[in-house]
């Protein structure tokens, strides 16, 4: 009995099955290697902006700010920071946009710059009249909003009785001369504010 083999087109048939499987799978660990060493440099940008951000943090002065600095990285790198700083609104409140220009190897180019900004609360940074400017800006605000000033009060909410309506006893209402003052017998409002006059003995006979 004789033995039937492959032909040469099931054998070309088969090298091209392996050959598309063994692209298949290199591409599919090439992309693996590729996203870990995405990620990985992606940690190291994130850490080199914290160490950034942290810089900036720790400078205290207003001039400092806006020169920057340098600072030192892992594995022998550099990096580059300054912030422009912009007052806002809010008294004490400045908004500062932090640039850094970070080397990705030892001794080689800068990258692009990273932009930011960050909201710090520094007093020391503030100019007492523009301070004073703001803060009188925010009261007169809040006056319009509210319908009143601080130093009036809210007069404009008290509401006043109605005319020939019977006050309780214990309550507060106007008096005669428009004075404010405690209710005397049948709710009628006592004059000046003082307590009525006790009633008078009557004359022995």
């Known amino acids: 009995m004789r033995r039937r083999g492959f032909t040469l087109i099931e054998v070309l048939m088969s090298l091209a099955i392996f050959a598309l499987a063994a692209v298949s799978l290199g591409a599919a660990y090439s992309n693996v290697l590729m996203g870990r060493l995405a990620l990985k440099q992606d940690e190291q940008r994130l850490d080199d902006l914290a160490r950034c951000r942290a810089a900036l943090m720790e400078t205290p002065g207003f001039d400092d700010v806006e020169t920057g600095g340098e600072i030192h990285l892992p594995g022998d ?41 960050r909201m710090l609360l520094r007093p020391t940074w503030s100019i007492p009249s523009d301070r004073q400017k703001i803060r009188d800006d925010a009261r007169e605000r809040l006056e319009k909003e509210r319908g009143y000033k601080e130093a009036d009060g809210n007069s404009g909410f008290i509401s006043t009785p109605t005319k020939g309506k019977k006050l309780v006893p214990g309550q507060t209402g106007k008096g005669k001369n428009g004075t404010t003052g405690q209710n005397g017998k049948n709710g009628q409002p006592t004059k000046g504010g003082q307590p009525p006059a006790p009633p008078r003995p009557a004359p022995k006979q």
């Not at 300054?82 to 990705?104: H, M, N, P, R, Y």
């Open 77 to 117: 790198r550099t990096a580059r920071w300054k912030g422009k700083i912009e007052a806002t609104s809010v008294s004490d409140l400045f908004a500062v946009q932090l640039t850094c220009e970070i080397q990705a190897v030892k001794d080689g180019d800068y990258g692009d710059e990273i932009n930011e900004t």
